[in-house]
């Protein structure tokens, strides 16, 4: 039973970090919004350490995380509508997208 918690742990834990990794935030801003030092944060993405149901919680409120994939690693499929969500989004969730966006692809550029 433990060799298979540690598996669980280590699993999300790396999901958990490739996710952090994909937002563009540092392990200091996650722990600060789970509420535990960086130490600890650190425990969880290398599966030392399991994430409780209201640590998970507090990664869905907060940063959106499809909560699906972190616990089981199967991306959850939906078609992204890049046209209807610019048009219909408010301004502010636009300016936020595309901030998102630059900060993305000058993280990819820096990778080459």
Not at 10 to 33: W, Y
Request: hydrophobic share 35%; glycine share 6%; aromatic share 12%.
């Amino acid at each position: 039973m433990d060799t298979v918690r540690r598996e669980i742990n280590a699993d999300v834990g790396k999901r958990l970090r490739r996710t952090r990794e994909n937002l563009g935030r540092k392990r200091s801003e996650f722990a600060r919004a789970l509420g535990i030092s960086e130490e600890h944060y650190r425990k969880y993405e290398s599966g030392a350490t399991g994430l409780s149901a209201e640590k998970l919680f507090i990664l869905f409120q907060e940063y959106g995380i499809n909560l699906t994939y972190l616990i089981t690693g199967v991306p959850q499929e939906q078609e992204f509508n890049l046209e209807y969500y610019l048009e219909t989004c408010k301004e502010e969730q636009r300016e936020i997208f595309w901030d998102k966006l630059i900060a993305y692809i000058r993280r990819k550029m820096k990778m080459r």
